[in-house]
């Protein structure tokens, strides 16, 4: 069956009033971004308060819906044939012709559900769907009508041309990307960041993103899992501005300079200053990290505290309440899972103590920071310079 257009169903992006236009209007950008790479034409539109993408000649199908169910804010996907307006007579072959491609199995239950945007059409739709159903039948005497639990549900869209679809390809869900601001990632080789960073974008938000590279304790292959893990998530969240920074000099000093059982601690609160930097600077509006409670000893409810007190921004924290099987689940499912345990260390692995703290109390914390007074001005502002930048796609 050759498809000339995909129908974009949406979910939340109906209930935005006066300001669902500009939602929309985000949806059909992303759309053309994710389908940039495509070979093929596609001209995608507004139409009745329905989002169209119309494929111009050859293209290449699987590639297509592929791409589409990487855009945030698609919940379904309708291949659609669209056939020239002749009559009601050659429309009853035609959907004959469309059942007996889609369907070799006949032995199913159908309903056709008819929508008739040109007015001026003869028939209305309880017509058409009557019609239409009882050509079905006579074609093909094994299928049977169910009006409420159909095996295929039919659609008819008579407009300047007829649209015929059956099929709904489940989308990703969620929001289009940069309809609610953008966030700084803090990215890691593990399994959790990339989850998180998928998670927030589904929520409408662009993402940024951080790493903490610690040459020669971690390799450059390390840095390049990263690369590959924001790639992967740039499938759904468009590009991604990388900072890879030099943490080794600022790592060396904490250690030298502070009890180890608050390493983890003081390492990470670090860490979020730097963040905080780069998200104050180039406009973000929050920062986005993989924690989930008591996974870790970083990551008990003290912990979190005592980092949390270091930010001046919101700290956005999607799998917070989820468990190790859940947040796999989730990166299986967006292809970061095999990428993230690939085993290349990363610089929160190789500074770790032996017996961390779990209780963390701030003002101990705080006291012991008073401890790298001296240094630690010049190599925050060395990291944050040094930094370097990659554009991820």
Avoid: W
């Amino acid at each position: 069956m050759e498809f000339h257009s995909f129908l974009i169903k949406y979910g939340e992006i109906g209930i935005k009033g006066k300001n669902r236009y500009l939602f929309e209007d985000a949806l059909m950008r992303q759309i053309k971004f994710a389908l940039k790479e495509v070979d093929g034409k596609f001209f995608v539109h507004k139409c009745h308060g329905r989002v169209y993408v119309d494929c111009e000649g050859r293209y290449d199908y699987e590639e297509t819906v592929e791409r589409l169910k990487s855009v945030f804010g698609i919940v379904g996907i309708c291949p659609v044939v669209r056939i020239e307006d002749k009559g009601f007579e050659e429309l009853q072959k035609d959907v004959i012709h469309f059942i007996e491609e889609m369907y070799p199995d006949k032995k199913k239950t159908f309903k056709v559900e008819a929508r008739r945007a040109k007015k001026q059409y003869p028939m209305n739709s309880m017509e058409i769907n009557c019609e239409l159903g009882g050509a079905i039948l006579d074609a093909f005497p094994e299928m049977k009508v169910d009006v409420h639990h159909p095996d295929i549900r039919l659609n008819v869209e008579i407009r300047e041309e007829i649209y015929l679809y059956s099929e709904i390809i489940p989308g990703p869900g969620g929001m289009p990307v940069g309809t609610n601001g953008s966030a700084m990632l803090l990215l890691s080789g593990g399994i959790d960041s990339p989850v998180a960073g998928y998670m927030v974008a589904k929520r409408g938000v662009e993402l940024e993103a951080v790493y903490f590279h610690a040459p020669p304790y971690t390799s450059e292959r390390a840095k390049e899992k990263v690369v590959d893990l924001a790639g992967i998530v740039s499938k759904y969240a468009g590009p991604i501005k990388l900072h890879v920074v030099n943490f080794t000099d600022i790592q060396l000093y904490i250690y030298e300079q502070c009890p180890h059982e608050e390493l983890t601690i003081i390492m990470r609160r670090y860490m979020m200053k730097i963040a905080e930097y780069f998200a104050k600077k180039d406009g973000c509006l929050g920062l986005v990290t993989g924690e989930s409670i008591g996974q870790v000893a970083s990551q008990t409810m003290q912990s979190l505290a005592v980092t949390n007190a270091v930010c001046t921004m919101p700290v956005y924290r999607p799998l917070i309440g989820f468990d190790k099987k859940e947040i796999v689940e989730i990166s299986e499912k967006i292809d970061t899972y095999e990428t993230s345990i690939q085993p290349y260390e990363d610089c929160c692995t190789i500074f770790v103590a032996k017996h961390p703290v779990t209780k963390p109390n701030l003002e101990r914390i705080e006291k012991s920071e008073e401890n790298l007074n001296e240094k630690m001005a010049s190599l925050f502002r060395e990291a944050v310079e040094t930094a370097e930048i990659i554009l991820v796609k």
